[in-house]
């Protein structure tokens, strides 16, 4: 099934789904379609390119973070794969 | 022509969008004697709070501050202090602090006044009082320019970023560029990496400046803060937040400051001190913490009304100020009906514009300036009245 998505900036590697969303259900993007690899709630983010361990994740065209491991698009994108390193001890 | 509402212009110039007595214990060991006293006065509001007791410095400082600034505060027509009588923040300092702006303002202290229900009987004269002269007095007519909104978010989800908070920045865009009012931003945690974004706003150097120092001065105590000997305790953001799809510190931010809109940072406000006479725009105040310290500091500088966005959905309200409270989540609204004014889902749900959403927010805002009761009015809730420490 065709899920509704946004992506907020044309630099964005993330799209935001705009209804509850089940594996194997497809969002349109403008490099084409893509097919969810888990279930991503509303409002949820979903990777649209592959990424490096290690990768920037962008969305509202600022960098909210990046990917522990190599992560495919399709992949939701949450605190269990993505990390912050902003206002924590990380950094030091 | 400039645009008005229906307000009550006070003896220091500024202009209140509610006409309350309010009850300020000076300590919280006065806090029963004062509810009894508010409870019987009409048109009486209890600040209630557990400081005043035990505190130095800065700490100190900030409820001293505070405190007075309910007081002065120009939705509050008079003034009952409540004092108990050995306390560091004397009563009598509260009440000098309050009467300088020639507001009317009595004082009850416990231990003077023969205990707690002789004051209680003192402190209900002195509101009954008040109450009688200043209760029925009529609104007139105010300029919105006067207006200063507070923005703040609770309870956030991934929908707040993409429409609560835009909706309420298109709002604070009409009520600072079309009618020359102010709006203020904080929770300056939820604002680590967007300095850059905030600075380019700054009028001039220095306060590009001041933000800069502000934003990393909170970031290195949140550093200092993160303990790891509990490290399921070093959290930025909520589970609530988490479980709404907003992922790191970062990605609620740059949702979180859509809220200011695109006006010119004119000014780093200190936690609950107003700016000078004159200045207007959008602010932002030096503050972290949570909703309620956010929220009674953004009072404490004058605002008179607040624009809260909350995705999970938040019953919370100030004893003294309507605090708005708008979603951007469909499924959060049909829920939670009860507790929110204003519904910003059809940015997501049906492509609308958000600029026309900011316009009807807007509109609500001043019909809640000219009395329209908020959702948390209505419920009577009134706990983000927290004085912020600073230990």
């Known amino acids: 099934m065709l899920i509704r998505s946004l992506i907020i900036e044309p630099n964005d590697t993330v799209a935001i789904v705009l209804e509850n969303a089940r594996k194997g259900d497809t969002i349109q993007t403008p490099r084409g379609e893509i097919t969810l690899l888990d279930d991503i709630e509303f409002a949820h983010k979903v990777a649209i390119v592959d990424y490096a361990a290690g990768a920037p994740v962008y969305k509202y065209g600022h960098e909210i973070g990046y990917m522990e491991n190599a992560t495919p698009k399709g992949t939701w994108i949450h605190s269990h794969n993505m990390k912050c390193d902003r206002g924590t001890k990380a950094k030091f | 022509m400039e645009m008005k509402f229906m307000g009550w212009r006070r003896q220091d110039g500024r202009?209140?969008?509610?006409?309350?007595?309010?009850?300020?214990?000076?300590?919280?060991?006065?806090?029963?004697?004062?509810?009894?006293?508010?409870?019987?006065i009409e048109g009486g509001v209890l600040l209630r709070h557990p400081v005043g007791c035990g505190q130095v410095g800065l700490d100190l400082e900030f409820t001293a501050r505070t405190l007075i600034a309910m007081g002065r505060h120009p939705n509050v027509a008079a003034v009952v202090v409540v004092g108990l009588g050995c306390e560091r923040f004397k009563p009598e300092e509260l009440y000098e602090g309050i009467k300088e702006t020639d507001k009317p303002v009595g004082m009850v202290v416990i231990q003077e006044d023969g205990g707690t229900m002789p004051t209680v009987a003192k402190g209900i004269r002195i509101g009954q009082e008040f109450a009688r002269q200043e209760v029925m007095r009529p609104r007139v007519e105010c300029e919105v320019s006067e207006l200063m909104v507070a923005t703040k978010c609770g309870g956030t989800d991934?929908?707040?970023?993409?429409?609560?908070?835009?909706?309420?920045?298109?709002?604070?865009?009409?009520?600072?560029?079309?009618?020359?009012?102010?709006g203020i931003l904080s929770e300056l945690n939820e604002l680590l990496s967007t300095e850059d974004i905030l600075a380019e706003r700054a009028i001039n150097e220095e306060v590009a400046k001041k933000i800069y120092s502000a934003i990393y001065e909170v970031e290195d105590r949140l550093r200092r803060g993160c303990d790891e000997r509990y490290p399921a305790r070093n959290h930025l953001i909520s589970p609530g937040n988490f479980s709404?799809?907003?992922?790191?510190?970062?990605?609620?931010?740059?949702?979180?400051?859509?809220?200011?809109?695109?006006?010119?940072?004119?000014?780093?406000?200190?936690?609950?001190?107003?700016?000078?006479?004159?200045?207007?725009?959008?602010?932002?105040?030096?503050?972290?913490?949570?909703?309620?310290?956010?929220?009674?500091?953004m009072i404490g500088c004058g605002a008179q009304i607040v624009a809260f966005t909350s995705g999970r959905g938040s019953p919370t309200g100030f004893p003294l100020a309507p605090v708005i409270k708008i979603t951007g989540n469909d499924f959060t609204y049909e829920k939670m009906k009860d507790n929110f004014d204003f519904n910003a889902g059809a940015i997501i749900s049906e492509g609308a514009s958000i600029n026309a959403m900011g316009r009807k927010l807007f509109d609500?805002?001043?019909?809640?300036?000219n009395g329209e009761q908020t959702q948390a009015e209505k419920i009577g809730a009134d706990e983000l009245f927290c004085v912020a420490r600073r230990l």
């Open chain 2, 364 to 369: 609500m805002v001043i019909r809640v300036a």
């Open chain 2, 244 to 297: 709404g799809g907003v992922s790191s510190i970062v990605e609620k931010t740059l949702g979180g400051v859509h809220k200011s809109g695109s006006a010119l940072i004119v000014d780093v406000l200190e936690y609950a001190v107003p700016p000078q006479p004159g200045q207007k725009g959008m602010f932002l105040m030096n503050s972290d913490s949570h909703d309620g310290e956010v929220v009674t500091g």
């Open chain 2, 15 to 40: 202009v209140g969008v509610r006409n309350y007595i309010a009850v300020i214990p000076s300590v919280f060991c006065a806090t029963k004697t004062a509810e009894m006293i508010a409870n019987q």
């Open chain 2, 158 to 182: 991934a929908t707040s970023g993409l429409s609560a908070n835009p909706a309420v920045g298109a709002m604070c865009d009409i009520l600072i560029k079309e009618h020359g009012g102010s």
